[in-house]
């Protein structure tokens, strides 16, 4: 697919992990999902699988978990998603800032021994199932309608990247830099 942007989204990037599936059953699963959650939008290549994942490796930022947190579970996307949290082996609260989203829907936390940064997104990435993923970091948060309005353009363009604007602020929430390129 081709890039394509999502105006005024304050996000970095959704990449393509399309995964195959195979079901018999299609249908009327489709059928069954459809009714069982009015207003969800369940298309990806004529699948009902995930629309998309969020990842975020967290470590050490119990300051600004919460906030990042909120700003993704909290967005009304119409998209099925799911947010994968790895605790990458903090040591101070953000591990028990998470136990607060361990029963939400679409969140998965996982704790692991410190791998670093790379370290704890690829273990976002072994369990990926949905179409695209996206890269949060811990300290960040997007605004209302992020995934939204990158999902909508990926899905009207079959794109394998979208990307949006973003907003780096200070800890006064001062705006520093401001990217507008999409």
């Not at 906030?67 to 993704?72: G, L, Q």
């Not at 940064?117 to 949905?130: E, H, K, Q, V």
Request: with cysteine.
């Amino acid at each position: 697919g081709r890039a394509q942007s999502a105006e005024n989204t304050r996000v970095d990037v959704f990449m393509g992990a399309e995964l195959h599936y195979r079901d018999i059953f299609h249908n009327k699963v489709y059928e069954v999902l459809v009714n069982l959650t009015p207003g969800v939008k369940w298309y990806m290549g004529n699948r009902w699988q995930l629309a998309g994942q969020v990842i975020v490796p967290v470590y050490n930022t119990a300051a600004y978990l919460k906030r990042c947190i909120d700003s993704i579970v909290d967005q009304n996307s119409g998209y099925r998603i799911q947010c994968i949290i790895i605790n990458d082996g903090s040591s101070d609260d953000s591990e028990k800032i998470l136990s607060n989203y361990k029963d939400r829907d679409g969140v998965t936390i996982i704790n692991q021994n410190n791998k670093g940064f790379s370290g704890a997104r690829n273990t976002g990435l072994d369990r990926i199932a949905g179409r695209y993923v996206m890269f949060v970091d811990s300290d960040d948060r997007l605004t209302a309608m992020a995934i939204k309005n990158l999902l909508d353009v990926a899905v009207q363009h079959n794109a394998d990247v979208v990307a949006g604007n973003y907003r780096t602020v200070d800890e006064n929430g001062r705006l520093c830099r401001e990217c507008k390129e999409y």
